[in-house]
């Protein structure tokens, strides 16, 4: 049943009869995206099987089924790096929730549409996002400290390993921590590692994620909910780059990572607060990135649609088409959610839809309710044509911030062009200069 479930989801799927079985077969096949595990099964149980292969894939999906879950079992799962628990029987609803958040919160779907713009998968058609790309191009071969900046859901996971890859440090470890999955008590053991009963429980000693990221990248998503405690810690690893395991008594560890941050919170407004500390904060913003949300780069959505609509489709099918009534829904929607929200439609709309076509039915209802109807068309061409350079000089206002000489650059006319236009169209600028 769970075989066939995948493979309708458009996954391929390879079985094993037991822990050792799973472990070989991971390490023989390598690019594996996501294991399912029980955690009680002949030879090493699923735990053990979860430390193995985050010890080879330190940023595999690992889930673990069970139906009789303890809670020494969930905190040891935590640590070792379980991204969450599937209750037996299993629930294949809910299973289907877990892979869509797995994806969109290590934005495999976009890393592996290949043949999308950018070669490696990045969807970068509107200005705004090739400035951002084209700012981490230069920083990404440098050790330079990165933080990203921008809404939960913008693609942050995924431009921190396009940084990686495009790092000297392309071929060593690439780790993740999720700050805000953490709770207090498991945060720092997990990024500086303990040592063998440094705590109940602590039955070994245990690297933590700088240690397994040496010679590598640290990416550190929502950097914003580390605790104060703990930010005095990772300060010093980033001012004196050694780790102390917690329980240790002897010399620091020295480590060679590459930090790249990233939050959606206001970072400056918690310094104020007294929830962030201000020498980390300046610590992490060496080179800032904003990465604008999907309603503020619009010209990426039919790509990202594309790129979707093909990563969703079974292989050797072709992707179903867009209605037109739901492609102007897609193309309306203001995407509080991002990227992530529009691969999520996509991914139901893909599994519901009907005879090879997409329809308003197959979209989310949160995406149907929220789409004002169209807009009367213009009565004459020359009207039609107003209100589409009206939208442009909008927009290109909106992505400068307002400051008029960049705007005018971006749409290749004069400045003084420019605020005739502004004159004749209604429309305001808060900055008339480069500022």
């Not at 990772?234 to 590459?258: C, M, T, W, Y």
Request: proline share 6%; net charge negative; hydrophobic share 40%.
């Amino acid at each position: 049943m769970l075989r066939g479930f995948l493979r309708k989801l458009g996954h391929e799927v390879f079985d094993a009869g037991t822990g050792e079985e799973g472990v070989a077969l991971a390490e023989r096949e390598g690019a594996l995206d996501l294991v399912i595990s029980d955690i009680r099964m002949p030879g090493i149980d699923g735990l053990e099987v979860l430390r193995r292969l985050r010890a080879m894939f330190p940023e595999l999906a690992v889930l673990l089924a069970t139906a009789f879950a303890t809670y020494a079992q969930a905190v040891e799962a935590a640590r070792a790096g379980a991204w969450d628990y599937l209750a037996k029987p299993l629930d294949l609803d809910d299973l289907r929730v877990k892979i869509w958040k797995i994806e969109g919160e290590l934005g495999r779907d976009v890393g592996e549409a290949s043949d999308t713009p950018g070669g490696d998968g990045f969807i970068a058609e509107s200005p705004a996002m090739r400035d951002v790309l084209a700012l981490l191009e230069r920083a990404a071969p440098t050790d330079a400290t990165i933080l990203l900046l921008g809404e939960s859901g913008v693609g942050k996971n995924v431009l921190a390993e396009r940084i990686h890859e495009r790092s000297k440090r392309a071929d060593a470890t690439f780790g993740v921590v999720s700050c805000a999955a953490l709770p207090e008590t498991l945060i720092e053991s997990e990024l500086f590692g303990h040592e063998k009963g440094a705590y109940t429980g602590a039955d070994r000693a245990r690297d933590g994620r700088f240690e397994a990221a040496d010679g590598g990248t640290l990416f550190l998503d929502e950097i914003g909910e580390v605790p104060l405690a703990t930010q005095v810690k990772l300060l010093r690893v980033l001012q004196e780059r050694v780790v102390e395991r917690i329980g240790a008594s002897g010399k620091p560890i020295n480590v060679d990572v590459r930090i790249i941050a990233a939050t959606n919170s206001d970072l400056e407004a918690a310094v104020d607060a007294g929830t962030f500390r201000q020498d980390l904060f300046y610590r992490l913003n060496v080179v800032a990135v904003e990465v604008p949300p999907l309603r503020e780069r619009r010209a990426d959505i039919p790509p990202l649609i594309d790129a979707f609509l093909r990563s969703h489709t079974p292989e050797g099918q072709a992707p179903p088409a867009l209605d037109e009534e739901a492609e102007r829904v897609l193309l309306a929607h203001d995407y509080p959610g991002n990227v992530r929200e529009l691969q999520n439609a996509i991914e139901r709309a893909a599994i519901l839809a009907q005879s090879g076509r997409i329809t308003t039915m197959d979209l989310p209802p949160a995406l149907t309710r929220s789409t004002p109807p169209p807009s009367a068309p213009a009565d004459t061409l020359p009207a039609a044509v107003e209100d589409l350079e009206r939208q442009y000089i909008a927009e290109a206002l909106h992505e400068t911030d307002g400051v008029q000489t960049r705007a005018a650059e971006r749409l290749g006319i004069t400045e003084r062009n420019l605020r005739y236009k502004l004159q004749k169209y209604g429309l305001t600028s808060s900055r008339d200069s480069t500022g």
